[in-house]
Nanobody, 123 residues
Framework: QLQLVESGGGLVQAGVSLTLSCAASGRTFSVYNVGWYRQPPGKEREFVASIRWTDGSISFADSVKDRFTTSRSNPNNRLYLQMNSLKPEDTAVYFC????????????????WGQGTQVTVSS
């Protein structure tokens, strides 16, 4: 199995920055497509960002475009999500994710999930 553990969430004010980290273990992390999803309270889980393992290409949801960045550190088996200019609508549980399949924004693409970390943005 591949195990994923998120960290770095918390309560912040709108306009600030916050970085989330995902630690992976159990398998060779570098061969997986990886990314981030989030789930606001009472809503469905939604795509945030992804990194393709073959060429390192990065995709973002329109809602976070130009505000969030994501990167991976294969030697440390870690995935990062840097969130800038946070808005109240960014409030959600954030999940790191991995799959051998392509990520196209559907939760059904994901084979491995972290347990999630809460990000709350106050106005």
């Amino acid at each position: 199995q591949l195990q994923l553990v998120e960290s770095g969430g918390g309560l912040v004010q709108a306009g600030v920055s916050l970085t989330l980290s995902c630690a992976a273990s159990g398998r060779t992390f570098s061969v997986y497509n990886v990314g981030w999803y989030r789930q606001p309270p009472g809503k469905e889980r939604e795509f945030v960002a992804s990194i393709r393992w073959t060429d390192g290409s990065i995709s973002f949801a329109d809602s976070v475009k130009d505000r969030f960045t994501t990167s991976r550190s294969n030697p440390n088996n870690r995935l990062y999500l840097q969130m800038n200019s946070l808005k109240p609508e960014d409030t959600a549980v954030y999940f790191c994710a991995a799959t051998k399949k392509s990520i196209h924004g559907s939760v059904n693409d994901i084979e491995y999930w972290g347990q999630g970390t809460q990000v709350t943005v106050s106005s």
